[in-house]
């Protein structure tokens, strides 16, 4: 596509259930980061998945954040058991290669939780 | 390491004058660095970037520079407009990229 998908744009949940976003990098980005943005502030670091190595899963705030990629392709991000703190916009970017590259940041997910 | 900030440091300028966003980095092992500029219900957009081989870059009306010394980095943004009232982010890149606290500018017409 012309640039970083993510869906659902907005999501709104009860705590206590489960979510998963979606993110499509821009076709032939090896690369792809999850951040995630809480009202006002900057940009946290979730999760970094580069061609087939294994992802840095560094930034997943607790065991209930996990995320995949399916072929080097599309990512999905699950939050278990959704608490209100998980309210934020997340972000998806994907950029070129594996070497210093500048990223494509989709629109974001904005997550509510109930 | 990751930082967020509990408060976005604020910039006001008026329209016309030159703008000067700060950001310190945090690994002297980065060794590529960009600006990002977030309009509100927007993802981050690319703005200019800079090897850690270089000190200085000039872009249209914007510029950054490098102090590698004592790790900071600069976006100096020339007549500045209505239009680049946004959240500016410097981000780092050693293995992965990471994101400063973010800057937001106001500019009063």
């Known amino acids: 596509g012309a640039g970083v998908s993510q869906s659902p744009s907005n999501k709104v949940t009860e705590k206590g259930k489960d979510v998963e976003l979606r993110c499509d990098p821009i076709?032939?980005?090896?690369?792809l980061y999850w951040y995630r943005q809480s009202l006002g502030q900057g940009l946290e670091f979730l999760i970094y998945?580069?061609?087939?190595?294994?992802?840095?899963k560094s930034g997943l705030p607790s065991d209930r954040f996990s995320a995949e990629r399916t072929g080097g392709s599309v990512s999905t991000l699950t939050i278990q058991r959704t608490q209100q703190e998980d309210s934020a916009v997340y972000l998806c970017?994907?950029?070129?290669?594996?070497?210093?590259?500048?990223?494509?940041f989709g629109s974001g997910t904005q997550l509510s939780v109930l | 390491g990751e930082s967020v900030g509990l408060h976005l440091p604020t910039l006001s300028v008026q329209e016309g004058d030159n703008s000067i966003i700060n950001c310190a980095y945090s690994n002297s092992a980065s060794d590529y660095f960009i600006w990002y500029k977030q309009e509100s219900g927007k993802g981050p957009q690319f703005i200019i970037d800079?090897?850690?081989?270089?000190d200085k870059r000039q872009g249209q009306r914007v510029t950054v520079l490098l102090n590698k010394t004592v790790k900071h980095l600069s976006l100096q943004i020339a007549a500045t407009q209505p239009g680049d009232s946004a959240v500016y982010f410097c981000a780092e890149y050693q293995n992965d990229m990471r994101f400063g606290a973010g800057t937001r500018l106001t500019v009063k017409p």
């Open positions: 970017a994907s950029s070129l290669s594996t070497s210093e590259e500048k990223l494509f």
């Open positions: 998945f580069q061609g087939n190595s294994a992802p840095d």
């Open positions: 800079i090897r850690s081989n270089m």
């Open positions: 076709s032939g980005h090896t690369a």
